[in-house]
């Protein structure tokens, strides 16, 4: 089991930039894939972008490829979402979660743990 928190979020002029990160505890976080997940006001949690256990491989929505970096630092139990260029559809809460595997995941329930969330909102 793994707990995880976010951190990082706040609030952003359109296209600014935040990064995020999300610390794990326990020890296996090496072992997990972890992902970014996000949720807007009155919408469904929507997949951000994936990344395995090594960091050698990493999957993104249409929405924010090109503009958003997910990585990983297992030495320090991080995962980290880089996030330029944003504009105001960026605007949720969002999630790091963690589930173990090998493939890319991107549905809600192939992930096990679950942070809270952290804000963030991008003003126009």
């Known amino acids: 089991q793994v707990q995880l928190v976010e951190s990082g979020g706040g609030l952003v002029q359109a296209g600014g930039s935040l990064r995020l990160s999300c610390a794990a505890s326990g020890r296996t976080f090496s072992r997990y894939f972890m992902g970014w997940f996000r949720q807007a006001p009155g919408k469904e949690r929507e997949f951000v972008a994936f990344?395995?256990?090594?960091?050698?491989?990493?999957y993104y929505a249409d929405s924010v490829k090109g503009r958003f970096t997910i990585s990983r630092d297992n030495a320090k139990n991080t995962v980290y979402l880089q996030m330029n260029s944003l504009t105001p559809e960026d605007t949720a809460v969002y999630y790091c979660?963690?589930?173990?595997?090998?493939?890319?995941?991107?549905?809600?329930?192939?992930?096990?743990?679950w942070g809270t969330g952290t804000q963030v909102t991008v003003s126009s």
């Open positions: 979660a963690g589930g173990s595997g090998i493939a890319v995941r991107t549905r809600i329930d192939e992930y096990d743990n």
């Open positions: 990344i395995n256990w090594s960091g050698g491989s990493t």
